[in-house]
């Protein structure tokens, strides 16, 4: 037993040893690295990038001229489904109120609308077919 003692003990002390040599390794390439002037200015690009792409989303989701665009469709599809529910087409009105729920910006407050406002069998069939809008918004994007 005391062989096997012995043996674990110098297994220890080299794994010890290891850890020593690895933690070392990385300590002095991590130094070299960041006083390295040109890792310093690859990691300014870097953010500048970043943050210039950050701000191009953000562009993106606030453009005003496609806020008005969408908001036109949202009223052109809402026009076009009460014109279609007045002449009793159910199916092509529920179809131009869903079109309208996939641009609204506030579905679930449009909804609660739809509620209160069409006949609960209109409703019923805009609701049956929530999940393939969904699926339309996932595709689009």
């Known amino acids: 037993m005391p062989c096997v003692r012995n043996l674990l003990g110098v297994l220890a ?7 020593v040599a690895f933690l070392g390794y ?3 390439f991590d130094q070299r690295r960041r006083g390295d ?3 310093k200015r690859r990691l300014r690009e870097k953010r500048r990038a970043q943050q210039q792409k950050a701000e191009g989303r953000g562009a993106q989701l606030w453009d005003p001229a496609k806020n008005e665009k969408s908001q036109e469709l949202f009223l052109q599809e809402v026009r076009m489904g009460e014109l ?3 002449r009793g087409e159910h199916r ?3 179809e131009h109120l869903s079109n309208a729920l996939l641009v609204c910006g506030q579905p ?7 509620k ?3 006949p609960p069998k209109v409703f019923e069939m805009l609701l049956h077919r929530i999940p393939l809008i969904c699926q339309l918004h996932v595709n689009l994007q």
């Open 26 to 28: 990385c300590l002095y």
């Open 116 to 118: 209160h406002t069409l």
């Open 84 to 86: 279609w529910l007045s």
């Open 108 to 114: 679930r407050e449009l909804l609660k609308v739809f």
């Open 92 to 94: 092509m009105g529920v």
């Open 37 to 39: 002037p040109a890792f």
């Open 13 to 19: 002390a080299l794994a010890a040893c290891g850890a």
